[in-house]
């Protein structure tokens, strides 16, 4: 009920029921009247049910009007989301998410003199906004989008409005698209309504232009949490402004790969906020960086609070640095991701295999005593995969993901030693046997059989690719 228009049930007939709450004088009623969909419309509904939306995506919105509207030809389209929105205005609705996305090129139209005119003409419908995201997905931003800068400029201008509006305002979401062009609009309409007040900035995937970045954080009091994710690259330059800041910097999460500049300045970032960091995520590709065992140790050294590990382009190098990274933050470690296969193509194959192996041979005395979610995606040796699953007989884990990549058949052992000893709660599992043909790059989760023999003992079989956790999400949900 909170956000009906992103859960896809592919029926859209919900729609009818706010458009219930049309005014008699409004100008889609009459429209409504050409296509006899008035007579669909509900007569009596037992709630107010526009007042129970607590979450809107504008893109979903418009998407699923469209669909409902399709067996309507030619309705006015965009004259039914006008009343909508102005329903829910009319009709209290009190959000507490709004994501205000720009992706769709054909939705622009329904904006600037519809959706951002309707929210800056009745701001008490979004005054309880907890949760606002801006997003468009274009680079670098949405600048000439749709070839017309006059358009551009004054989107921009109402969004700025929109955030500049908001007093309880606890997250903020840019992506790395299109926080180049709302920078200097944070910088200008952002910093002072919020200035003496509490807030949780979320700084996800940044692109390089970030050079008044120190600005922003310095003239933001009291920031509950930064998550810094996936920025490219992640460079000295952007690394020692935060460095410098004066002010708190609570660095929760951090996620670099290769194409990250690793280097002194980022083991002085976690010695200065180490101690903050609560979500990791690393990637070294190259086997000719030493400093990449540096970092490693600066992780051990100052970051003793790290719940989410994400491990993936492994080396020689720090391949068992990174086993003694994971044994030495066991005691906080809920959420560990392990990922040695995306750079295979780069490299021989027979360092693949031998880094899958050496994890498994190590891997399983060194886990914490509880993990709420473990995903390895290696090349298993039935071998290895045994003395794994013998190795880690303590550790009870909730949700396992098993993606083996051309590997051996390790169902057997997953039956013996995790289904029969009923040591997970859900399990999913890609590639289990290969050698089967008819299963080769396949999911568990489809062989009804396997469903029904592991849910009788009490372990959910779920879709491997659903199952997977989405960092994203998780930070976005956590804090």
């Known amino acids: 009920m909170g956000k009906p228009f992103s859960i896809s049930t592919g029926n859209y007939n919900f729609i009818e029921i706010y458009l219930y709450n049309l005014n008699l004088n409004d100008d889609l009623k009459t429209e409504l009247n050409k296509y006899d969909i008035d007579k669909l419309l509900p007569s009596n509904t037992l709630f107010n049910y526009p007042s129970f939306i607590k979450y809107l995506n504008t893109q979903d919105f418009i998407s699923s009007v469209g669909r409902w509207a399709k067996a309507y030809l030619n309705l006015n389209k965009k004259l039914v989301i006008i009343s909508l929105f102005k329903i829910f205005i009319e009709n209290d609705v009190n959000l507490h998410t709004l994501e205000i ?26 005054h309880n906004i907890k949760f606002l995201k801006l997003y468009n997905g274009k680079t670098p931003g949405f600048l000439y989008i749709n070839n017309n800068p006059n358009e551009d400029k004054l989107t921009k201008d109402r969004i700025s409005q929109i955030i500049n509006l908001h007093r309880n305002l606890k997250k903020i979401v840019l992506d790395h698209t299109n926080f180049p062009s709302y920078q200097p609009l944070l910088l200008s309409k952002l910093i002072m309504p919020l200035k003496l007040m509490e807030y949780n900035v979320i700084v996800f995937k940044v692109f390089e232009q970030l050079e008044p970045l120190d600005k922003l954080f310095e003239q ?12 490219y690259p992640i460079n000295t330059s952007f690394i020692q402004q935060i460095i410098n800041l004066t002010r708190p910097f609570k660095l929760k999460s951090l996620f670099i790969n290769d194409r990250s500049q690793i280097d ?16 990791l995520g690393c990637g070294f590709r190259s086997n000719h960086d030493p400093i990449s065992k540096k970092l490693i140790k600066s992780i051990i050294k100052y970051c003793k609070n790290i719940k989410l590990l994400d491990l993936h382009d492994y080396n020689n190098q720090i391949i068992y640095p990174t086993l003694n990274l994971i044994e030495n933050i066991k005691q906080n470690l809920n959420y560990l991701t392990i990922n040695i296969f995306e750079p295979v193509v780069l490299r021989n194959i027979i360092d693949y295999n031998k880094y899958s192996s050496i994890i498994l041979q190590n891997l399983g005395q060194i886990l914490p005593s509880k993990l709420e979610y473990l995903s390895l995606t290696l090349h298993i040796k039935a071998g290895n995969f045994k003395l794994f699953l013998e190795s880690s007989k303590n550790t009870i884990i909730k949700k396992l993901l098993i993606n083996n990549e051309d590997g051996d058949d390790i169902l057997p052992y997953i039956k013996k030693y995790i289904m029969k000893k009923k040591r997970v709660r859900y399990l999913a599992i890609k590639n289990s046997f290969h050698k089967n043909a008819l299963f080769h790059n396949k999911d568990l989760f489809y062989l009804k059989d396997e469903v029904e023999e592991f849910g009788s003992y009490n372990i959910k079989l779920q879709n491997y690719n659903d199952s997977i956790m989405g960092v994203y999400n998780y930070i976005k949900e956590t804090y």
């Open 101 to 126: 996305e720009l992706t769709h090129l054909g939705y622009l139209s329904y904006f600037n003199n519809g959706i951002l005119e309707l929210i800056l003409q009745n701001t008490n419908f979004i």
């Open 220 to 231: 933001l009091n009291v920031l509950e949490s930064v998550h810094i994710f996936h920025c």
């Open 264 to 279: 002194q300045s980022l083991q002085l970032l976690l010695q200065k906020y180490g101690a903050y960091l609560e979500n």
